[in-house]
Structures are given as C-alpha cells and as structure tokens.
C-alpha cells in the first residue's frame, strides 16, 4: 500500500539556519503530496502541498517539490525562525486531498 | 469563524469500556473524517463521513464506528477498549470535493488504563 518515510528527528538548528527534511513516498499511482505541521497543544495545519510532478508548493518561507522521478517531497526553508519549532510531517493522498496516509513526523527544534 | 471543535479534550477509561468522542467541523464544511495518532507517530485514517453516511475507512476493527449528524457534526465511538486505543483522536472537516484541503481540529487525548 501507499506509504510515506521521513527523516526521524529531532532537528536542532540555530535561528537563521538552513533547514531541509527529506520525505520520500511510494504509491501506486500520482498521489497528491502535503506538508502539515502540527505546533505544540494544537491540531495539524497544512503548510503546501503540491499535486503533480514538478509542482513547488510553498508557503510562509517554505518550499517543496513534487519530484517523481526520485519519488521526493523534502521540505526546505532557507532561515529558520525560533517559532518555527514544531513537528513536521509529510504527507500523500491518491483521492484529491482526502483519506491522508502520514509519515511519522519530524520535530523540529530551532534555538536562538 | 470557529475551526474544527473536539470534545472532551482528554479522558481517561478503563479496558473494555466505551467511548465517545465528538466534533464539530469547521463552518461551512459537511465532510468530517477521523485518525488516529498514537505517541511518536504520524496520525492514521479511521473513517469518513459524508451525508451521515461512512464514505471511506481505513484498516480499523469494527469496534471503531462513527455517527454524522444533520448539522454535520460527527462522533466516534469505540467499543472494548484496549491498551492500544491510547491515542490522540483527530478530527478533520472539509468541503465535500475531492481537492478541498482538511482542516483538523486539536484532537482528543484517550488514555487507556
């Protein structure tokens, strides 16, 4: 079945630091791809996603993409910020963007 | 504009107990689905729901089953508890196309004992 491995954490950056969280999927077909983060005592936000081959999603200084032929989503920000610290995870989903199937997330610490 | 609610926010039950667990999607949304996320792990599909009716369900026992409401609104009930059902519970709402992005609420803490 569908399935998606992250980098297990944590990462610990300095502020302004270059991040990046490698994600990598299998499916079966051309799924729709997701960042999500998920801050500490909240539910999950969606942060990009991106829907076919060599799309970009981005979104508040992050970027990632679609890269099909390395079946890859990594996660990049150029600098980081102290609020950023969160748990990241990425994401696929084969029906539009429902019935999401998760990695197991990446906590993110940055220091100042 | 209230976001996706969940009630209670944390319970704890006993092995072989019941319980329900309730939200209220965002304003707006008539679709809710549900996950689970244990500790240290990405959150998994349960089921959806989509006119009252369960649209789509992950790899879950029939001891999980969910309710839809005319407003919308969505419970999850699980039978027999175990150890394992300690987990986060996650709510999600969305519109009811495919490519309408999930907005999920801030999740419901079980502990089983």
């Known amino acids: 079945g569908d399935s998606v491995t992250q980098m297990e954490g944590p990462v610990t950056l300095s502020e302004e630091a270059f991040l990046t969280i490698n994600c990598t999927y299998t499916a079966t077909g051309y799924p729709s791809l997701f960042w999500y983060v998920q801050y500490p005592g909240e539910g999950l936000q969606l942060l990009l996603k991106?829907?076919?081959?060599?799309d970009k999603g981005s979104n508040k200084g992050f970027e990632a993409t679609y890269r099909k032929e390395t079946t890859s989503f990594h996660l990049e920000k150029g600098s980081v910020q102290v609020s950023d610290s969160a748990v990241y995870f990425c994401?696929?989903?084969?029906?539009?963007?429902?019935?999401?199937?998760f990695g197991t997330g990446t906590r993110l610490l940055v220091s100042p | 504009d209230a976001g996706v609610t969940q009630s209670p926010t944390h319970l704890i039950k006993t092995r072989g107990q019941q319980v329900t667990l309730r939200c209220s999607p965002k304003s707006g949304h008539d679709t809710v689905s549900w996950y689970q996320q244990a500790l240290g792990q990405g959150p998994q599909f349960i089921f959806q729901y989509y006119e009252e009716e369960e649209r789509q369900r992950g790899n879950f026992p029939d001891r999980f089953s969910g309710h839809q409401f005319p407003n919308y609104s969505s419970e999850l009930n699980v039978n027999a508890l175990l150890l394992g059902d300690s987990a986060l519970y996650l709510c999600?709402?969305?519109?009811?196309?495919?490519?309408?992005?999930?907005?999920f609420g801030n999740g419901t803490r079980l502990t089983v004992t």
């Open positions: 999600a709402s969305s519109r009811g196309q495919v490519e309408s992005p999930l907005h």
């Open positions: 991106a829907t076919k081959a060599d």
């Open positions: 994401a696929l989903s084969d029906q539009g963007f429902q019935k999401l199937v």
